[in-house]
């Protein structure tokens, strides 16, 4: 059974910084790109960083230059390292295998706000 588990969100001040973790498991992580997506209240869910098997990124421009996603194949794990962070950037953050019809996880809360 496919599961990605998210953590790391919580409440930051304009200008600070957060670092997301997502665990993945039941299929083999290293062959598959993973992302970031984000989903603000009254929106549709949005990628916001992909990374490829052999760590290429591609990033929304929203956050392009503020955020960096990378991932351990070894540990099964996808990273988003987010700085500069604005109140725009407040939604629930998921991980997810692009492209596949798996379930999401619950997510992580991050807001931003003084």
């Known amino acids: 059974q496919v599961q990605f588990v998210e953590s790391g969100g919580g409440l930051v001040q304009p200008g600070g910084s957060l670092r997301l973790s997502c665990a993945a498991s039941?299929?083999?992580?290293?062959?598959?790109?993973m992302g970031w997506y984000r989903q603000a209240p009254g929106t549709e869910r949005e990628l916001v960083a992909l990374i490829t098997p052999n760590s290429r990124t591609n990033y929304a421009d929203s956050v392009k230059g503020r955020f960096t996603i990378s991932r351990d194949n070894a540990k099964n794990t996808v990273y988003l390292q987010m700085n500069s962070l604005k109140p725009e950037d407040t939604a629930v953050y998921y991980c997810?295998?692009?492209?596949?019809?798996w379930g999401w996880g619950q997510g992580t809360q991050v807001t931003v706000s003084s």
């Open positions: 997810h295998a692009p492209g596949t019809a």
């Open positions: 039941g299929y083999i992580f290293g062959i598959f790109n």
